[in-house]
Structures are given as structure tokens and as C-alpha cells.
């Protein structure tokens, strides 16, 4: 019996995607609304899908799918995500995903994804080249945003969000010294004169 497994923190969204998965047959989906639940339902439905948000508590999506790879669990990644494609579908095709769907998209183009990927496939956009619409100023913010690591991709998010330091730290699991130390570099590496730039720098680019 096809088995599913859907990670997402909102219960509307959950909701809509099992209606898709039942549509392409799946009998037995299970729910996860935290990164950290995620392997070991895993481990103990053993789906052969994974639909995946990657702004999730606890563990964010990019965590969790360095870790499922770690594991080499025999389950195909589905994201599905509100996350702009340009800077995240390269990091999750790099940490083994198969399929991308922005949340922007209707449930069709998720439905379209889930059955190509059953069927052997991938599914990811098609993300436009640089052209000479975009600005030399936007284009070289994309590079130094997609020179991040997965990490401090992660904690750039988190400052342009308004998340405080000690919130930070306690979402992802380290100290405050630590995030203190991030934010530091990301200034530095994003080229910015100080955290409060962090946020226009992450709207102009569709992040938050």
C-alpha cells in the first residue's frame, strides 16, 4: 500500500496536499508539522514520499534533508515550499531532493510533480538566466546571497524576519555567542553595513 509522509507546520496546507497524494493513490499518509519528527517517522512508516516545507520549526527543511540523505532512507523528496526557487531548488536538488513546487504555484503543478516523480522523473523550475532586464546591483546580491552556506542561509532569514538572537539560537540549537558570530559574518559576506540592512536586502529579493 502506497505510504506518504507530509511535513508542514500548517494544518490547511497538510490537508491540501493529502488530497493530492490520494489522487495518485496513496492510502496510508502520515503528518509531521516539526523538522526534529521527521526521521523517525521515517524509520517507522517507511514512505516512499516526502512532501516537504522547508520554513519549518525545530528543523528546517534543509537540515532535515541533509539528514535524510545521511540516512540514505529509500524515500523520494518532494518540496513543496513558499521559498523563492532562485536561491533554495539548487541547495535542495544538491541535498537529494527530486522535485521543487513553489507554494505560489496551484496544486496542480504539486500534483504534476508527485506523479512524475513516482513515475522515475524529476520536477524542478526553470529558473531564468540573467538578463539584461535585471540590474548589475540585483545580480551581484544573488551571488553573494547564493554564496552562503545552508546555515548561515538559514540565520539570514531568521535576522530578516525580526528573530531575536536568543530565539535563533534556541530554534536551531546553538549558542548565542554563535549566532552572534554568524551575524557578524553575514554582514560582512552579504556586503551590508549593518543587521537592519539584512532585511530590505532579503525583500528586494522576495526571501520574507
Keep these: 500500500m502506497k505510504c506518504a509522509l507530509v511535513v508542514d507546520d500548517h494544518p490547511v496546507i497538510r490537508g491540501a496536499v493529502k488530497i493530492v497524494l490520494k489522487l495518485e493513490g496513496y492510502k496510508r499518509i502520515f503528518e509531521a508539522a516539526c523538522g526534529n519528527e521527521v526521521l523517525s517517522m521515517i524509520r517507522e512508516h517507511e514512505p516512499e514520499l516526502v512532501v516537504l516545507d522547508l520554513n519549518i520549526p525545530k528543523l528546517d527543511g534543509l537540515d532535515v ?12 523528496v518532494v518540496v513543496f515550499t513558499a521559498q523563492e526557487p532562485a536561491f533554495f531548488q ?3 536538488m544538491r541535498a537529494g531532493a527530486v522535485a521543487y513546487v513553489a507554494k505560489t504555484n496551484d496544486l496542480q503543478h504539486l500534483h504534476k ?4 516523480v513516482m513515475a522515475g522523473y524529476t520536477y524542478f523550475t526553470r529558473l531564468p538566466s540573467s538578463s539584461v532586464s535585471v540590474s548589475q546591483v540585483l545580480r551581484s546580491e544573488k ?3 547564493n554564496s552562503l552556506s545552508d546555515r548561515e542561509l538559514s540565520i539570514f532569514l531568521h535576522l530578516a524576519r525580526g528573530t531575536s538572537n536568543k530565539e535563533i539560537a534556541e530554534i536551531l540549537h546553538v549558542s548565542h555567542k554563535t549566532v552572534s558570530t554568524y551575524k ?3 554582514t560582512e559576506k552579504l ?3 549593518s543587521s537592519v540592512h539584512l532585511r530590505d536586502l532579503a525583500q528586494r529579493h522576495h526571501l520574507i
Excluded at 539528514?67 to 529509500?74: F, P
Excluded at 510533480?113 to 512524475?116: G, I, L, R, S
Design 191 to 193: 556586503n551590508v553595513k
Design 90 to 92: 539548487d541547495r535542495c
Design 143 to 145: 551571488q553573494l546571497i
Design 65 to 76: 534533508l541533509a539528514r535524510i540523505q545521511m540516512e540514505e532512507a529509500q524515500c523520494r
Design 184 to 186: 557578524t559574518r553575514l
Design 113 to 116: 510533480a508527485v506523479h512524475a
